[in-house]
């Protein structure tokens, strides 16, 4: 880091490279941007499911092992459409019933759609001596009595009740199998647009709410809204931004400069998405917008330096040479301190997460490098700023010039009411974080307001959910399947799950062996149970293929239940969307049931599926996350440390850029926002985003020691009046900026729009009064012999005229020839 301590010739030759080869840069820029933009296009939308647990955990084991036995039929395939038609078995509603599930099997990609009328029914075959899978509706009713039949046949099947019908509500279901292939492509949008129109058609003629849920559909909404609100952000990000700078600055030309930046900033984003072979998921759709937030910081101190220094001695050139100097380096590290906070990310290993942190940190130095080389190239082919584009810094009756004063008077005489202000406000955010819980639901992520959230209301008040719960059953023999004692050991768990209020009714083997003998005794519903002893293989016999035990058995019905060596079985369950606390506590609770029924010793059971692997997943990633955290200030403090060799100026440093922090984790429990995945990432980027203020005032603080003679109080004030402007302005910019992302749709997004926002806002006010009261009250405890003497003085600004008289000498030299 020698280019940051003892020599400027680091910054004699970026200075002298910047203003001599300007065009050049530009033309460079503008070819990097156009490669960037052909990129950016090609960038495609993530549909898969984030991989939070490393390969080698059990959890993601048994997960594996799971889909890799039962393929297709695993969960996380299935949508539903759902609507409450008390009509729906007279002949007019029954027959359009009929023709949307016809009309939905049509859709490319569809697989399977079972719905009352398309459910399949075991027929007892006596000449061929086995069942015959039959469409209980092999056509379209043409009369009342047909439909009555179907609705009797129908409704005598325990199998389907509470799955596809709910004769208390009156609720129906329609399930629909997706080809896997076609959920992690670009074809699952259409698809499911499809679906929705067809389905809608129905609801439009009979006045009917239509509701899709599942986790098909689901993500296929997240995909859509997560491209939908990546360009609105980054507009309303834009717009605001715009808005803001103009009102500061008053100059359309400074606002069109460091729009350029940032807009360029957002297109090499997303040509960095594509050629890192990275897609669009729903943290990399918010950088964009976030870059543009974080982007216009930079500009904001650069061009505060440029205008103060114009207004000081009015030559161009010097002001552009002391710009990129003077802010350069504070910029420098700024933004070396906002990539760690986002760069700490990884580490995890969540895979969306460990993207995000790379595009982020890589974006986030380019944009400083943009920064520090077009806004001195633009400036440099205009003319120096009018008087009216430097009022707000030689107004001294400014609003911001008021505050100024203000906050210099407040650190002066009232430091006594600051502490204790501060010391209450630290025990109350510290009582705060005692409340807080760390949960989280697999769509958690999903505004209550959206029609999502609704619709999966409506699945689980009518139908108990649609979130999978998988529990395998390895009898560790084969055909231990065919056993009666394993069965009713089946049939117990099942009857166990059923209590909880939590779960729908499991479907298993049982079931299927069930239906065989209501099927055996001509559909009796009385029947429905499992054989004894007596019947069970004259019973069995007639299922096809069900003693079968090889590896080349057909898929068939059975193979969606059970392992080709009838070994291993599965029971699904579909859930509530329940928080992980309450997955825990259940699963907790449901193990040492199942212990009982399946003695360890003799059988191998597995709680597994997508609600199992997010259980594990969210507690693995917080842990993550917290572990990012501290790297992140670590990582920030070995930052802070190239400013001052003292420890106690990077304590003190850090104190204010802690309190936010620990005030906006107290605001959390105090709001019962949880800890999860989507609040816990705020941490590390707001304060690498926060420590930037501290950066840019220690800076003045320190280059005004070495002018006013070690003269602490005034060197204070003067690091107020000079930094003071651009913290405020740039706090303003970035509030607002994190502000609009509480328009988003996504609950973490939403999250992150208020969370960063309420730690900027304090952050702004712990780094204009805290840091400086600290400076003033412990300065002779500061201002050690060592702390004077220190050799790595990063901001001690020397040999400035040297350098400005050595690149104007160049220049000039350069326009006569």
Same mark, same amino acid.
């Given at each position: 880091?020698?280019?940051?301590?003892?020599?400027?010739?680091?910054?004699?030759?970026?200075?002298?490279?910047?203003?001599?080869?300007?065009?050049?840069?530009?033309?460079?820029?503008?070819?990097?941007?156009?490669?960037?933009?052909?990129?950016?296009?090609?960038?495609?939308?993530?549909?898969?499911?984030?991989?939070?647990?490393?390969?080698?955990?059990?959890?993601?084991?048994?997960?594996?092992?799971?889909?890799?036995?039962?393929?297709?039929?695993?969960?996380?395939?299935?949508?539903?459409?759902?609507?409450?038609?008390?009509?729906?078995?007279?002949?007019?509603?029954?027959?359009?019933?009929?023709?949307?599930?016809?009309?939905?099997?049509?859709?490319?990609?569809?697989?399977?759609?079972?719905?009352?009328?398309?459910?399949?029914?075991?027929?007892?075959?006596?000449?061929?001596?086995?069942?015959?899978?039959?469409?209980?509706?092999?056509?379209?009713?043409?009369?009342?009595?047909?439909?009555?039949?179907?609705?009797?046949? !129908?409704?005598?099947?325990? /199998?389907?009740?509470? @799955? #596809?019908?709910?004769? *208390? %509500?009156? =609720?129906?279901?329609? $399930? +629909?199998?997706?080809?896997?292939?076609?959920?992690?492509?670009?074809?699952?949008?259409?698809?499911?647009?499809?679906?929705?129109?067809?389905?809608?058609?129905?609801?439009?003629?009979?006045?009917?709410?239509?509701?899709?849920?599942?986790?098909?559909?689901?993500?296929?909404?997240?995909?859509?809204?997560?491209?939908?609100?990546?360009?609105?952000?980054?507009?309303?990000?834009?717009?605001?931004?715009?808005?803001?700078?103009?009102?500061?600055?008053?100059?359309?030309?400074?606002?069109?400069?460091?729009?350029?930046?940032?807009?360029?900033?957002?297109?090499?984003?997303?040509?960095?998405?594509?050629?890192?072979?990275?897609?669009?998921?729903?943290?990399?759709?918010?950088?964009?917008?976030?870059?543009?937030?974080?982007?216009?910081?930079?500009?904001?101190? !650069?061009?505060?330096?440029? /205008?103060?220094?114009? @207004? #000081?001695?009015?030559? *161009? %050139?010097? =002001?552009?040479?002391? $710009? +990129?100097?003077?802010?350069?380096?504070?910029?420098?590290?700024?933004?070396?301190?906002?990539?760690?906070?986002?760069?700490?990310?990884?580490?995890?290993?969540?895979?969306?997460?460990?993207?995000?942190?790379?595009?982020?940190?890589?974006?986030?130095?380019?944009?400083?490098?943009?920064?520090?080389?077009?806004?001195?190239?633009?400036?440099?082919?205009?003319?120096?700023?009018?008087?009216?584009?430097?009022?707000?810094?030689?107004?001294?009756?400014?609003?911001?010039?008021?505050?100024?004063?203000?906050?210099?008077?407040?650190?002066?005489?009232?430091?006594?009411?600051?502490?204790?202000?501060?010391?209450?406000?630290?025990?109350?955010?510290?009582?705060?974080?005692?409340?807080?819980?760390?949960?989280?639901?697999?769509?958690?992520?999903?505004?209550?307001?959206?029609?999502?959230?609704?619709?999966?209301?409506?699945?689980?008040?009518?139908? *108990?959910?649609?979130?999978?719960?998988?529990?395998?059953?390895?009898?560790?023999?084969?055909?231990?399947?065919?056993?009666?004692?394993?069965?009713?050991?089946?049939?117990?768990?099942?009857?166990?799950?059923?209590?909880?209020?939590?779960?729908?009714?499991?479907?298993?083997?049982?079931?299927?062996?069930?239906?065989?003998?209501?099927?055996?005794?001509?559909?009796?519903?009385?029947?429905?149970?499992?054989?004894?002893?007596?019947?069970?293989?004259?019973?069995?016999?007639?299922?096809?293929?069900?003693?079968?035990?090889?590896?080349?058995?057909?898929?068939?019905?059975?193979?969606?239940?059970?392992?080709?060596?009838?070994?291993?079985?599965?029971?699904?369950?579909?859930?509530?969307?329940?928080?992980?606390?309450?997955?825990?506590?259940?699963?907790?609770?449901?193990?040492?049931?199942?212990?009982?029924?399946?003695?360890?010793?003799?059988?191998?059971?597995?709680?597994?599926?997508?609600?199992?692997?997010?259980?594990?997943?969210?507690?693995?990633?917080?842990?993550?996350?917290?572990?990012?955290?501290?790297?992140?200030?670590?990582?920030?403090?070995?930052?802070?440390?190239?400013?001052?060799?003292?420890?106690?100026?990077?304590?003190?440093?850090?104190?204010?850029?802690?309190?936010?922090?620990?005030?906006?984790?107290?605001?959390?429990?105090?709001?019962?926002?949880?800890?999860?995945?989507?609040?816990?990432?705020?941490?590390?980027?707001?304060?690498?985003?926060?420590?930037?203020?501290?950066?840019?005032?220690?800076?003045?603080?320190?280059?005004?020691?070495?002018?006013?003679?070690?003269?602490?109080?005034?060197?204070?004030?003067?690091?107020?009046?000079?930094?003071?402007?651009?913290?405020?302005?740039?706090?303003?910019?970035?509030?607002?900026?994190?502000?609009?992302?509480?328009?988003?749709?996504?609950?973490?997004?939403?999250?992150?729009?208020?969370?960063?926002?309420?730690?900027?806002?304090?952050?702004?006010?712990?780094?204009?009064?805290?840091?400086?009261?600290?400076?003033?009250?412990?300065?002779?405890?500061?201002?050690?012999?060592?702390?004077?003497?220190?050799?790595?003085?990063?901001?001690?600004?020397?040999?400035?005229?040297?350098?400005?008289?050595?690149?104007?000498?160049?220049?000039?030299?350069?326009?006569?020839?």
């Amino acid at each position: 880091m020698d280019f940051l301590t003892n020599s400027n010739s680091m910054w004699q030759f970026l200075v002298r490279f910047t203003l001599r080869n300007r065009l050049a840069i530009l033309i460079v820029i503008g070819l990097l941007t156009v490669f960037m933009g052909y990129e950016g296009s090609k960038v495609q939308l993530s549909y898969h499911l984030a991989k939070m647990l490393p390969s080698t955990d059990p959890t993601s084991i048994e997960y594996s092992n799971f889909k890799k036995e039962f393929g297709q039929s695993g969960d996380g395939s299935v949508s539903f459409i759902a609507v409450k038609d008390p009509r729906l078995f007279t002949l007019q509603h029954f027959d359009d019933w009929y023709d949307l599930t016809r009309n939905l099997m049509k859709i490319k990609g569809v697989k399977q759609v079972i719905s009352s009328a398309r459910v399949f029914t075991l027929v007892r075959d006596d000449s061929l001596h086995k069942f015959d899978f039959k469409n209980l509706v092999p056509h379209r009713p043409t009369t009342q009595k047909e439909v009555d039949s179907i609705k009797k046949v !129908l409704y005598s099947l325990p /199998l389907y009740q509470g @799955r #596809l019908f709910n004769r *208390k %509500t009156h =609720a129906h279901l329609i $399930m +629909i199998t997706v080809d896997k292939n076609i959920l992690n492509s670009k074809a699952r949008i259409p698809m499911m647009k499809k679906m929705t129109e067809v389905a809608n058609k129905y609801g439009q003629k009979y006045h009917l709410i239509v509701h899709k849920s599942g986790l098909p559909y689901i993500r296929t909404i997240q995909s859509a809204l997560i491209l939908h609100e990546s360009f609105l952000f980054v507009f309303l990000s834009a717009f605001v931004t715009f808005i803001l700078l103009f009102v500061l600055f008053r100059s359309v030309r400074a606002v069109f400069f460091a729009m350029v930046v940032v807009i360029i900033a957002v297109i090499w984003t997303l040509g960095t998405v594509t050629l890192l072979g990275y897609k669009f998921t729903i943290l990399t759709g918010v950088l964009p917008p976030l870059l543009i937030v974080i982007g216009v910081e930079n500009s904001i101190f !650069l061009l505060n330096k440029y /205008l103060d220094e114009i @207004r #000081l001695h009015g030559n *161009k %050139t010097r =002001a552009l040479s002391r $710009m +990129i100097v003077r802010i350069g380096k504070a910029n420098l590290l700024t933004n070396a301190t906002t990539a760690a906070g986002f760069g700490a990310f990884i580490v995890t290993s969540n895979t969306f997460l460990v993207e995000f942190g790379i595009v982020a940190t890589l974006n986030i130095l380019a944009i400083y490098v943009l920064s520090m080389l077009i806004l001195p190239i633009l400036f440099s082919y205009f003319p120096v700023p009018k008087p009216r584009h430097l009022k707000h810094l030689n107004n001294d009756k400014g609003f911001t010039t008021k505050i100024l004063d203000k906050v210099g008077i407040l650190i002066s005489n009232y430091r006594t009411i600051i502490y204790s202000v501060t010391v209450l406000l630290v025990l109350m955010g510290s009582y705060g974080i005692t409340k807080l819980q760390t949960t989280g639901t697999i769509v958690d992520d999903i505004s209550k307001k959206n029609q999502l959230q609704k619709d999966l209301f409506f699945m689980e008040k009518n139908f *108990k959910g649609v979130m999978p719960l998988e529990i395998t059953v390895n009898t560790e023999k084969n055909g231990g399947l065919l056993r009666l004692y394993n069965l009713k050991k089946i049939e117990q768990l099942q009857d166990t799950l059923a209590l909880y209020p939590q779960f729908a009714r499991p479907v298993s083997i049982v079931g299927l062996v069930k239906s065989a003998k209501q099927a055996f005794y001509r559909g009796n519903p009385k029947m429905y149970s499992l054989p004894n002893s007596q019947e069970k293989n004259f019973i069995l016999s007639y299922i096809p293929n069900f003693k079968q035990k090889s590896h080349n058995r057909k898929r068939n019905l059975l193979s969606a239940f059970v392992d080709s060596n009838l070994r291993i079985t599965r029971i699904s369950v579909q859930m509530a969307n329940i928080g992980t606390n309450e997955i825990d506590s259940i699963l907790r609770t449901i193990r040492p049931k199942i212990n009982k029924i399946f003695p360890p010793s003799k059988y191998k059971v597995h709680l597994t599926g997508t609600s199992v692997v997010f259980l594990k997943s969210t507690n693995y990633l917080i842990k993550n996350l917290a572990y990012s955290l501290l790297l992140a200030i670590a990582v920030i403090t070995l930052l802070m440390s190239f400013i001052f060799s003292s420890v106690k100026m990077i304590v003190v440093s850090l104190i204010p850029n802690t309190i936010p922090l620990i005030l906006t984790a107290g605001m959390m429990g105090y709001f019962g926002i949880s800890i999860k995945p989507s609040t816990i990432i705020i941490f590390s980027i707001a304060l690498g985003i926060s420590v930037d203020n501290t950066i840019h005032y220690l800076s003045r603080y320190r280059l005004h020691l070495k002018t006013n003679h070690w003269d602490v109080k005034k060197s204070v004030m003067d690091a107020l009046k000079e930094a003071g402007y651009s913290m405020i302005f740039s706090a303003t910019v970035l509030f607002f900026g994190f502000y609009i992302f509480t328009f988003s749709s996504f609950g973490g997004t939403e999250a992150l729009g208020y969370l960063v926002s309420f730690t900027l806002l304090i952050a702004l006010l712990t780094n204009l009064i805290v840091l400086p009261s600290l400076l003033l009250t412990l300065d002779k405890w500061l201002l050690t012999k060592s702390f004077k003497e220190a050799d790595r003085e990063v901001f001690v600004e020397e040999q400035h005229d040297e350098l400005d008289s050595v690149v104007l000498e160049e220049l000039e030299n350069k326009k006569k020839q």
